[in-house]
């Protein structure tokens, strides 16, 4: 018997309850059943994202309402600023040239942030910005943004330029301000801490968004925003097993409080980190995320992965040229604190059949240390 | 208490054991297990799409998969021919016009099919069209086109035309011939006679269509067809639950044997057009498919279906300029003979409390002839 405990930064587990209401018999689409739940189910999106903008959701993974935002926002020509520190910043990159624009890029070495002088300085550089990319945390280096000064710079400074910002590994774990940060678009997808498998992005657009939108033009068609805003089911045959899902999976993070489940991520994160620290490791992450931990690794992080895998417990590489340098452990979603102590214990057992010198047992022990003083 | 029997053309229903076998704990996209599990179902899906070519899965609904066919296809200013004959085929021409090109448009009055030489003709006027868009069988009007008779034509005589198939609501139920008829590109969704829950569309991909992918430029990310066929666990996170009872659909088809499971919908589609015809109705569709049957009502349509839903069963009503004219009687993916006696009652039913002049209890009485003969 293998039994395994997956701790990557998406998928992430999905609460059995979930699970087994999701085997339910299929309710069809164009139901009023399935039509009420499908707005009460963005009516409780709106609560999480802490907005008072109206929801989308797409039948995608979170790449596709990354798409959405880029190709209804801009025109042939337009320019966008793209912030990277990351492969997901790097991926709005790809995506505002995909759509015949051009992305000023704003570009950070790896694990490191975002400034607001650099953001402020690319936008007074260039009046013709209409748009601003970015992600909240960057889920390939597990750094977290200073998102809620850069929206509050944008809407002070450059009223007409609108934000986006891909918040996947935020919404749900991370208490970020959609409205009172001055985010027009936020995007997240299910396979995060909304603790459902995965199959559907959701964003948020403001007035201003919608603005923008209806005066700009480009190529596309399924993912049209305000098709779906004005379509009370969907405008094509929607997941509806993801969407029961999803509702209930508010209804949890609801019931719990958002102010509960930020201090419970921020409470293993912090216990995370300083397990990683007592271990005489460093944190990749200059300005970590709640959501993911970041550790550079001392050896080929492979070797820890492969050797924490046998273990039991799943943990992710790095990407692209970090492979191989960290592992990205995730507490995002449906996790408590035994999955902190049970993951770090794994990372214990691999560094010490690796022959790493980290101090044997100290790791768990901080982890403990903190649950104990909460 | 409310038992609901579905009998729609999709969403349709998911067997039992398909729906909890979803509900197991989530694996991991990147893992080995999982890549084996995506590369073996796109093996399936190829024995059951009757093709060699390749596989791409996205996860959307159906119209993301007609929608990377015509933005991969197509460059802008390009022409392709469209051909409608329904709500589905119409889409096509919006697809085409939403990426830059131009549709040529072969149009016919709902319930009508698609003639090989209103084809031919069309593209021997006009030798720059680049690809045909057409569905296998027409969701909205339960109509099938000779897409045999189209394909083997378009091979012969025009043998640089690309040939795309809607097979949405006609792979896994009706007999089609990907490779034999010369589709380069056929498309289903996972909602249909697949038996899974929405989410995922699928496409198989000829070396042709390659060709001229490569060739061709549009704006597209998320939907990029060369981009899936190079990854082994797909571009961004899978619906990994979906793919996993899609495994298991395949499975459950090929185990009962493609040519059975093509009788089966025939016997189901024969004995509701006969059931029909016995109560004095007339069948919408002038060529019908066997994976559902429209059957146009002597009175409002709504009101039959209003009734029919009172007594248990959900059929669906027209859609657009059809709606409250017919009925369609969905009988693609799991369904049973018994499915095909209770759905005849309830329209029988129905009728009798609408005072509509049919013989009562002939209906049911053809079908269960038809079971017996059989």
Redesign the interface.
């Known amino acids: 018997m293998t039994k ?1 405990y ?1 701790m ?1 930064p ?5 609460p ?1 309850d979930i ?2 209401n ?5 309710v ?4 009023k059943e399935f039509k009420d739940i499908f707005a009460e189910t963005k009516k409780l999106a709106q609560q999480v994202f802490q907005t008072k903008n109206e929801i989308v959701i ?7 309402a990354m ?1 959405a935002s880029v ?1 209804n926002l801009l025109s042939e020509g337009d320019k966008a600023l793209t912030v990277a520190a990351g492969k997901f910043g790097e991926r709005w990159s ?2 505002v040239r ?3 624009a051009s992305a000023v890029e704003l570009k950070y070495d790896y694990g490191d942030y975002a400034k607001i002088e650099d953001v402020d300085k690319a936008l007074s550089k260039d009046s013709s910005i209409k748009a601003v990319f970015m992600q909240a945390s960057e889920t390939s280096t597990g750094v977290f943004h200073p998102i809620d000064e850069i929206g509050k710079m944008i809407k002070e400074k450059y009223p007409d330029v609108v934000f986006v910002v891909d918040g996947i590994t935020a919404i749900g774990a991370i208490d970020v301000k959609t409205d009172e940060w001055n985010i027009d678009i936020m995007i997240t ?1 299910s ?1 995060k801490a909304l603790m459902l ?3 559907l992005s959701l964003m948020s657009v403001s007035e201003k968004a919608k603005r923008v939108i209806e005066n700009s033009k ?6 049209d925003i305000l098709k779906e805003l004005n379509s009370d089911g969907g405008s ?7 969407i029961e899902g999803l509702n209930l999976a508010f209804k949890k993070i609801l019931d719990e409080g958002l102010d509960n489940v930020f201090r419970r991520h921020e409470l293993l994160a912090n216990a995370t980190r300083e397990a990683a620290l007592a271990l005489g490791l460093e944190l990749f992450a200059k300005r970590p995320a709640n959501s993911l931990t970041a550790i550079a690794m001392p050896v080929d992080s492979s070797k820890v992965i492969s050797l924490m895998k046998d273990y039991g417990v ?1 943990v ?1 590489n790095g990407q692209g040229s970090l492979k191989g340098k960290i592992i990205r452990i995730a507490h995002l979603g449906y996790f408590g604190k035994p999955d902190i102590i049970m993951a770090i214990g794994g990372l214990e057992i691999a560094l010490k059949k690796l022959g790493v010198d980290a101090p044997f047992g100290e790791g768990v022990k901080k982890a403990m240390e903190i649950f104990v003083e909460e």
């Open positions: 395994r997956l990557t998406g998928p992430t587990p999905v059995e699970m087994l999701m085997a339910h018999p299929i069809h689409h164009r139901t797409f039948s995608s993974s979170g790449t596709g798409e190709s790809q995506l995909a759509f015949g997808g396979q498998p995965p199959g480009n190529r596309y068609y399924y993912f094509y045959t929607p997941a509806v097993t993801l799943h992710s």
